[in-house]
């Protein structure tokens, strides 16, 4: 089993990273001072896969966890579900110690962690993410919350987990476009932070879409490696954590755009990555070795990389887009693979412009 380790002073953490290792889970939790009895939260899909495998786990350790499901999908990912859950959670007699554990995709860490962190003022939460993006990213960092109608994540808090278990061998369940969706992240950090990584991507793309075991450890590892790093110099998002936003973007506001589950998010990364490695070219910040080796990896992948939104239709929605500072755009722009910088782009619609040209 592989550990990576979040370093956030009294709140650092664990990340357990392995094939097969999820009925482990209760014997990792057994040093961490939890008390017999909490609740495990995940929706229908993956509970009837996993949900018992955790909770006889937990049993094991001397820890009782009550099953609650929550409807599938990002939908649900509302206030309301989360006071639908307080009330669930009240009639369990749960204590300070009583862990909280949230199996599933991002949809579920967001929302359980949102519970975990407010439910009598913060318990203590355990993230078992099971879809690639859960695992590569959103597990990552303490960022939970849910949507309001009009925003999404606008309702939150950063809180960190007790731990995260990992285990790549629940991605062979993931349906594949899920499972592409989440390599759109994972070759955003090689871009970002890792030349090496990149070029490991691009050299082992095919065990990856095999689903090679060894192949996703190395995936997860490294990905969770690169944004803890990122995530420990900047918990609350104020300054370098923002690389992390690289084709968000113009990613965001496609998925605006296209109109919410049109595209998945990662596809719309995919694009928004390339349209930002394009401008970065323009801007002469890179080579043009940079915008198509990129392309060519997500095509690999069978992610969407061409602009095909009118630029003018985009710039409408970038303005609503969260990093908007001082009225000019901001974006992540690549230097080289593995070497980003931010900068505002002055005039974004020319610059979109000239892509969809091209
Ligand atoms: N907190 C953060 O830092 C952060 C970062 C990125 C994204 N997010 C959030 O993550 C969410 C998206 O997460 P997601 O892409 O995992 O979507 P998701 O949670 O909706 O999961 C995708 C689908 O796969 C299913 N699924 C998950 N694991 C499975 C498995 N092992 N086998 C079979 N089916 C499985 C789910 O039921 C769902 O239908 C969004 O709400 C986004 O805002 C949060
Ligand atoms: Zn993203």
């Known amino acids: 089993m592989e550990r990576v380790t979040v370093n956030l002073r009294d709140r650092s953490y664990p990340i357990y990273i392995g094939a097969k290792i999820l009925p482990e889970v209760g014997s990792l939790a057994r040093p961490c001072d939890l008390s017999g009895r909490g609740a495990l939260i995940t929706n229908p899909v993956v509970g009837e896969l996993y949900g018992q495998q955790v909770l006889c786990s937990f049993e094991r350790t001397g820890i009782a966890l009550t099953l609650l499901e929550v409807p599938e999908g990002e939908e649900f990912k509302t206030l309301q579900t989360a006071g639908d859950l307080y009330e669930r959670l009240l009639p369990l007699g749960l204590d300070r110690r009583s862990p909280i554990v949230a199996l599933g995709g991002g949809v579920i860490g967001d929302l359980v962690g949102h519970v975990a962190a407010t439910f009598m003022r913060g318990l203590p939460l355990i993230q078992m993410p099971t879809s690639l993006l859960a695992q590569v990213d959103s597990s990552v960092g303490g960022k ?39 390599l759109a992240e994972v070759v955003k950090y090689g871009v970002i932070a890792d030349r090496p990584f990149f070029e490991w991507l691009e050299e082992n793309m095919t065990g990856i879409l095999e689903g090679r075991e060894e192949a996703l450890i190395h995936v997860v590892r490294t990905s969770c490696r690169i944004k803890a790093a990122i995530v420990e110099q900047d918990e609350k998002d104020e ?14 506001a496609l ?21 930002a490695a394009r401008i970065s070219c323009q801007m002469g910040l890179c080579s043009e070795e940079v915008p198509s080796r990129l392309q060519a990896i997500l095509q690999r992948i069978g992610l969407p990389t061409a602009l095909n939104i009118k630029p003018t239709k ?7 887009d969260k990093k908007i500072r001082d009225s000019m755009s901001y974006f992540v722009l690549t230097k080289d693979l593995g070497s980003v910088t931010v900068a505002p782009v002055f005039d974004p619609l020319e610059a979109l412009e000239g892509l969809s040209a091209t």
Do not use: C
């Open 144 to 182: 939970v919350g849910v949507n309001l109608p009009q925003a999404k994540n606008m309702v939150g808090a950063f809180y960190q987990p007790r731990f995260v278990l990992s285990d790549v061998s629940l991605l062979s369940t993931l349906p594949p476009p899920e499972f592409r969706a989440g």
């Open 239 to 252: 300054g370098i954590r923002g690389v992390l936003n690289f084709g968000h973007t113009v990613g965001h």
């Open 255 to 275: 998925e605006a755009v296209a109109g919410y589950g049109v595209f998945r998010h990662g596809e719309a990364v995919a694009v928004g990555m390339v349209a």
């Open 314 to 320: 985009l710039i409408d929605a970038i303005g609503y």
